[in-house]
C-alpha cells in the first residue's frame, strides 16, 4: 500500500507530519493492506493565517483494487485531529465497501 502525501501552500509536509499520516493511515487499514494499492492524502488549512475552530482539512482517498475510489474529508482544530479523524472514517468506508463486496461474492451476487 502506497501512501502519497500532499499539502496546499499553508501546509509544510516536513518528515515528523508525512511519518504522522502513514502511522495513522497503516494503523487504520493495515490490515487490509493486501487489498488497497495506494491511498492519497491532501492536507490543508482553510483559513490560513486566521485562527477558526475546523479549519484543517483532511481529505483521504483509498484505491481499492477492482473498485471505485473510496474518498473521506475530516475537518479538525489541528491537522493532527483531523489526520486521526480522516483515517477512522477511511477505515470504516473501506471495511463496510470490502464486506459488502465479500457477502456479494459469497451468495454469488454481483456487485
Do not use: F, Y
Not at 63 to 82: C, D, F, K, N, Y
Request: contains cysteine.
Amino acid at each position: 500500500m502506497i501512501i502519497q502525501v500532499n499539502t496546499d501552500n499553508r501546509v509544510h509536509a516536513d518528515a515528523t507530519l508525512r511519518e504522522e499520516v502513514e502511522a495513522a493511515v497503516k494503523g487504520a487499514l493495515g490490515h487490509l493492506a493486501e487489498r488497497i494499492s495506494r491511498v492519497e492524502v491532501h492536507l490543508g488549512d482553510e483559513s490560513g493565517n486566521k485562527q477558526s475552530d475546523d479549519d484543517k482539512r483532511c481529505m483521504m482517498e483509498a484505491r481499492i483494487e477492482g473498485r471505485a475510489p473510496t474518498a473521506v474529508t475530516q475537518h479538525a482544530a489541528s491537522l493532527s485531529e483531523a489526520i486521526d479523524g480522516a483515517a477512522e472514517k477511511l477505515r470504516r468506508s473501506v471495511e463496510s465497501t470490502l464486506d459488502k463486496a465479500d457477502d456479494h461474492r459469497a451468495t454469488g451476487k454481483h456487485a
